[in-house]
């Protein structure tokens, strides 16, 4: 009877493991946050008048997880090219998305919207998304960045507003 029992132990653990198989990797809510120095370059720079630019952004990540204590860290880097774009449009709304690669290696797709409002002379940025693919798959993400000190003058004439930079806030869970 004894053996038996001591059967019975290891069958249910393999049995449960097979019907209730560990869920995907999450950040538990507000778990996973990362402060974020971010830089973008257009070229040709922008001018008051709509014209196509290529928009570079990298954005560096430092991270702390209680649950996921490896990521440490991450980057963005993205170039959209021939985007119609002009100084007027820095506050426009609208949606995307882009892939974090983690200093684990392991990667991020994040779909998005976006919102866009001048703060005192900075352009703050919001964008709400969730992770579709990659780690933290499912969870939600809440992305601040302010872009700061904008020379918006440099929009009055070539070669226009080239660069912006700002620091910033994701959270996921």
Known sequence: MGRIRGLLVPVALITSSLLFPPSPAHAAPGD?????NESVTYSPGLLTTPRPVDVSVYNV?????????AVTGGH??????????????????GSGSYTITWNTGETST???????????????????GTVTAGKFTGDSTTHVVELLNLNLLACLAEPGLTTASGSGIYVFG
């Open 32 to 36: 996973l946050t990362c402060a974020e």
């Open 110 to 128: 994040i779909n998005y919207n976006r919102s866009a409002n001048y703060v005192l002379g900075t352009l703050v940025i919001v964008e709400n």
């Open 61 to 69: 990540l430092s991270c702390t997880s209680l649950s996921h204590p």
């Open 76 to 93: 963005v880097q993205a170039t959209i090219r021939g985007l119609n774009r002009s100084c007027s449009d820095l506050a426009a709304s």
